[in-house]
């Protein structure tokens, strides 16, 4: 059976993490998991901003149930052989719960 590449994507998005990928029939709604992190991982051509606001809130309401930052790990393909960046994408609520207030801000 030839390797999909969402399948390798999700392996190498556990890698980025430390963490490990769910098989796809274990009924988690996350993709992959670590110690401090979950995350639902993409590996599309096109995804537009909308979807990519709505899967960076579902993600911190997952990191929220596991007491773990949520995140959304986004690869682009671009066609094959040509390479593109990882995005890690979270919201500024996420963000802020994993680094602190910034100095002079209240808690």
Known sequence: MPDRSWKAAERHAAKIISGKRHWANSGEEIDVESEMVVAQVKHRRVCSLAE???????AERQG??????????????????VETPWLVLMTAASYRGQNGPLPGEQP
């Open 52 to 58: 990519l606001e709505a899967l960076a809130v579902e």
């Open 64 to 81: 929220d149930q596991r007491q773990k930052t949520g995140v959304v790990l986004v690869k682009r393909k671009a066609g094959h052989g």
